[in-house]
């Protein structure tokens, strides 16, 4: 496999394919910066290393791109390497724009035998997937509600104002993972949807018309209901916790985001102490994802998560932003 | 004291009253069922029973009246006590309509001397009491989120149906509490609502254009936001949890609704058995409630909730049932 | 009821009589401190007050008599309270010596007309009532193994220092709650126990033979087994925990020592506050043991908790301050 | 590496080598099942197959063996692979006689160039070891007592009937993890120990004078104590659980031991489900052990859990066993 973008969740990848997944192997890196090339080569002795993507497309002994670039470059990139005979991985989101991801499908399309995967981690960490198996058994009847929190920790705040400029915003940004969880487990699509938000700690968020905590309300056209909530400033940590309700019970991931299984007992009372960041909550995700990409290839097989879940959650964030922006009720469609 | 209305909960309010409120008695005892007034007294000795409520109003007697009747009769009783030169408690919902509401604020407004204070008892539990005073102490800064549940077991499901056509709704019989505790603990006024729901295990209450389980999404009038959700279908048990979000961390209020501090390990895992019903998970706030009434009296005080606290919450419950039934975002005011 | 010892707990004891037991009535205080007599005579208009306890035993107005004295002086009142012809509640422990226990006895088996009631509280507190009732339905099977948990918290102890010469040791003043629930729960007596303790924190003990931590092993004459821990320096508050194994399952009472219902969020993590004190964790514990015993009186019926399970539960805690103190097995009988 | 015992645990052994470790190579396997060598050597063509240990010895392609044998051949084997100038890891017990682990001790002794790693593989765990690290800052003051359970699931249990013959008992077979983590978290040695048990549901373990569930009180030379629960019959699943407690807090692993973050809210109540067994529970430890001693090998130096670890532990087990067995107080050395 080769990889572009070196950046640091693009050298988790890096090193998971390098060192985690058995029957695959980091044969080409590409990142703009140079060093980064370098040094990861160096480091893990790398047969090829490269600056330029299109370069790497012309590697004949690569079977497969890994794509963890900018967001503006994943479409652009996934429809050269598809057309270049490449097995594609591309992380979140799919594309900035709903056109970009159309490019996207069809550039899929057009290469039904190559696979395609897009990087909705979250439904390959053992959690997430036992809950999924856990409904389809039939232990909460049939699902009707759905609650999504996505928080960041506030120690993040400052790159998140950095990257405030070009994120897309809160809902395109942050809650993109939980309208493709909702779709998931809800087996819908979105109907309505409405938008609140506000910069209650950060005011930088307002010059983008952006918002530092929102949350949005959903109809789905089966009559589920979605409640999202997505912020940046959670004091206790990186706070990923999903609930879905059926009509015979409910199920709760993550309910408190615990580090570990350690529970401190001092003079506050007794402690949990709670994941510091996406990177330690879905350490596993990420290489379970990756491991069913690299499956899918070797079986040829397509993996659950497709190129259209990656247009629709972006449809589903820009109702959202736009329900937000204008305080107003968005029906899609 | 004399209370009219002698169902399960008037009952345990008269039990109360005359059993666990050292500067209280329970003098008279009034309900249209002539059985159960028979039976209240001889129980317990109390000396005057009515099936008229006018005609208690008129034993001198008394000090104050507890209003524990069928919601439609709150507002008349409500007026014609304060009237008679009563104290009032009255249950919860103030009214039915907010035309009636208006009368029992009038009514409280000419007797600016006698205490009138609504049944939200659970601003009294002593959970939410605690989270109220953490808040206030700043241990959250600035709340702008809150995310009520109000879930009753399923095993009350075929109450709620029978009652389903004089209820008002599940918004109104139900997240009525959830209201106020979001202006209690934001302390703003509701601007938009958007509402949806939808009768996911029990058709019947599609007749009365009623929901088993629904949603809303509320912006506040300082930019805050409200998450409601409200059913009638929970299979573990009574459900009430609250969670108060500010800017420098967050509270969480029932977040696992158990009965009591017993965790049973069994061929299930580790079981936390919940909250059975409104009378076990709130036995204690009920008492806390009268006995804050009876201690405004004897004070001459007033208590926080007031006759507008009624209001207010039943107009954004009436907004909400509007935003559900035809599936618009509705501004309020 | 006439009670004797106005102290912090006694005073309580007193107030619950007074105000929470509504077929009880508070009509005579005594202590050796004059003041508090008179204080609480005047606060809540009790009738009779004395300093001197035998004077009290001479109103025959009185049906029931209160012991929270000092622990010295319960053996002897119990015996001249239950001659002169009263119903007895006695605060735990029974006695300080085992001689005097056997004199508490005799009085007793001289008065079978009379209700004896011993304040095991922990029996009448909801979690642990409910757990006995789980196992008696058989929830886990038989009881092979408990381990019970008794922490004081750090900042009651200067108080503990202070008491500290004349608590009968760790075992005595703190433990013995728990072997009265491990008998209950097992309903077995013990055949050997081992203990090792240290003063860990507060060398103070040592002046005593005493420990400020100690632990227990004990094997009971079913062969179950028992595990106990009794500490003065908690950090994070009193912490009572149960547990009870069987062939089937196991219980869990109070694992987590929570305060109330919330959970706090903060830069911590996700915090469990925990209870201040036996005060705050047994409110209601207390009063449900003097509604059992003024029950008893009225219904003329004896009350599960007896005098041979205070005679008892001394034993082994001086078997178990023996077996610290000189560090080797003892055998009971 | 080369590897003898290709069991249950072995084989996953075999697969960590193969596939998570990226600085390891399996190029041996070594069985007395011939099948299961072949069977692995061709699922994942590994080079070198064996049904002799010793002939294993002579292939200087290795640099490192692993055994994974039953218990009874793990220090003949330790000592003929030291000696043969291999680097050994070695599965935990050390070995079931002290005599053997005297001999092991010795052979580490002999090469002290050749890394030697016994496979304590809990102090590996992220949560355990995370509980070390808090402890060596001071989170929880001074150290004094270490409760530590070690529940095997019932599913189980006709497995243990069958070992039970050979297992060496429930404190060789079991708690000897146990022991290990209580002298490395209170890093002080056994002064003294009480061990009590019985057949409470499975009265096969009696004719080898075994127990289903037993319990251990030591006393440590520092004065630290412990407390041990070992059972064969736990209905809700594999419950390892540990606690320290110091002078100034405390830390819980695993209190309640879940399966993932999955809360499921049904008929029951809130149910967290629980590990299955240990190849779930420690399935990260197994690899990060591994991994700790493949890199030792690469970067010269000695892992922290030495061959004495072994035979301490070894020895409490068998001072707990000789206590049980005649109900006496045991002093070590």
């Known amino acids: 496999m080769g990889i572009v973008g070196l950046g640091r969740l693009g050298r988790q990848h890096a090193e998971n394919i390098e060192f985690r997944i058995p ?57 050269a390497a598809l057309d270049a005979g490449f097995h594609v991985f591309s ?55 759905i609650r999504c929190y996505g928080l960041d920790p506030v120690s993040a705040i400052q790159g998140a104002i950095k990257f405030a400029a070009t994120s897309g915003g809160i809902f395109l940004d942050m809650a993109i993972h939980d309208f493709d969880l909702a779709r998931w487990y809800l087996e819908s699509e979105v109907r309505s949807i409405y938008a609140v938000g506000g910069c209650f700690g950060y005011k930088e968020f307002g010059k983008f018309s952006d918002a530092d905590n929102a949350a949005a309300l959903v109809q789905f056209k089966n009559d589920a209901m979605g409640m999202f909530y997505a912020g940046r400033t959670s004091a206790h940590g990186y706070h990923i916790e999903t609930e879905i309700v059926g009509t015979e019970g409910a199920l709760r991931i993550g309910t408190i985001p615990v580090k570990n299984q350690v529970t401190v007992f001092n003079q506050n009372g007794a402690v949990l102490e709670c994941s510091s960041g996406f990177m330690e909550r879905f350490e596993d995700a990420y290489v379970n994802e990756l491991q069913e990409f690299v499956n899918c290839v070797v079986e040829n097989r397509k993996p659950s998560v497709t190129v259209y879940d990656g247009t629709r959650s972006t449809k589903i964030a820009y109702a959202a932003t736009d329900s937000f922006k204008h305080n107003k009720l968005v029906f899609l469609d």
């Open 23 to 79: 029957n695959a192997e980091l044969s080409a890196v590409c990142s703009i910066v140079k060093s980064e090339v370098d040094e990861v080569q160096s480091a893990w002795g790398i047969e090829y290393g490269y600056t330029n993507f299109d370069e790497m497309l012309t590697n004949k002994e690569l079977d497969a791109i890994f794509i963890s670039s900018p967001s503006g470059e994943h479409c652009r990139q996934i429809e």
């Open 91 to 145: 992380e979140k989101p799919l594309g900035l724009t709903i056109e970009e991801c159309i490019l996207a499908e069809k550039a899929v399309e057009r290469h039904p035998d190559k696979v395609f995967m897009l990087g909705f981690m979250r439904r390959y960490d053992s959690s997430y997937s036992y809950a999924k198996r856990k409904i389809q058994e039939g232990a909460i009847g049939k699902p009707f509600l």
